[in-house]
T-cell receptor, first 115, second 112 residues
Framework: AQKITQTQPGMFVQEKEAVTLDCTYDTSDQSYGLFWYKQPSSGEMIFLIY??????QNATEGRYSLNFQKARKSANLVISASQLGDSAMYFC????????????FGQGTTLQVKP | DVKVTQSSRYLVKRTGEKVFLECVQD?????MFWYRQDPGLGLRLIYF???????EKGDIPEGYSVSREKKERFSLILESASTNQTSMYLCASSTGLGTEAFFGQGTRLTVV
């Protein structure tokens, strides 16, 4: 069965430093998609970045990059030059490749950026 | 702008009541999802739908049902609300192989 695991319930990072949030996944599909979302205290879900299983390059979006290691089934989010506004809950998610497009999420990691 | 709208932001219901949570999207997306979010447990998939009248159970379907009579609308039904269904409920939609899922603002349901 599909599964997403985020093993870091909480993380701290100093402002302007880089931070890596871990995500591992389990699937028997060959085709799938991986996502990261940010949820600030306001509760909205903000899409950050997407990686397809067949994409050879790691996805990047501004200060966000996804370190995709297919053999290890990991999809870690790297935030460079952390800002105070990055303090939030971060969720990793996976879409299965079948026609149903089932989308599941991990438990989340709370990131706090210290000034 | 893609919009996913949930009918209520906050809801208080009594134990045993039948509760309807409505979700509407305006982007003609095939897929729609209902999740509940609880501290420490992340977002857990309750049900999803990949087409009109098509639905699949997620990881925690017990106590819930869904309805999708029109493509844009996906309803979550609590047949007989219980206190352990007090939670934040999030609706999302996406295309079939979409590279982004869009979320509603969430409904915080309290069952007393």
């Amino acid at each position: 069965a599909q599964k997403i695991t985020q093993t870091q319930p909480g993380m701290f990072v100093q402002e302007k430093e880089a931070v890596t949030l871990d995500c591992t996944y389990d699937t028997s599909d060959q085709s799938y998609g991986l996502f990261w979302y940010k949820q600030p205290s306001s509760g909205e879900m903000i899409f950050l970045i997407y990686q397809g299983s067949y994409d050879e390059q790691n996805a990047t979006e501004g200060r966000y990059s996804l370190n995709f290691q297919k053999a290890r089934k990991s999809a870690n989010l790297v935030i460079s030059a952390s800002q105070l506004g990055d303090s939030a809950m971060y969720f990793c998610a996976m879409r299965e490749g079948g026609f149903t497009g089932k989308l599941i999420f991990g438990q989340g990691t709370t990131l706090q950026v210290k000034p | 702008d893609v919009k996913v709208t949930q009918s209520s932001r906050y809801l208080v219901k009594r134990t045993g009541e039948k509760v309807f949570l409505e979700c509407v999207q305006d982007m003609d997306h095939e897929n729609m999802f209902w999740y509940r979010q609880d501290p420490g447990l992340g977002l857990r998939l309750i049900y999803f739908s990949y087409d009109v009248k098509m639905k699949e159970k997620g990881d925690i379907p017990e106590g819930y049902s869904v309805s999708r009579e029109k493509k844009e609308r996906f309803s979550l039904i609590l047949e007989s609300a219980s206190t352990n269904q007090t939670s934040m409920y999030l609706c999302a939609s996406s295309t079939g192989l979409g590279t982004e899922a869009f979320f509603g603002q969430g409904t915080r349901l309290t069952v007393v």
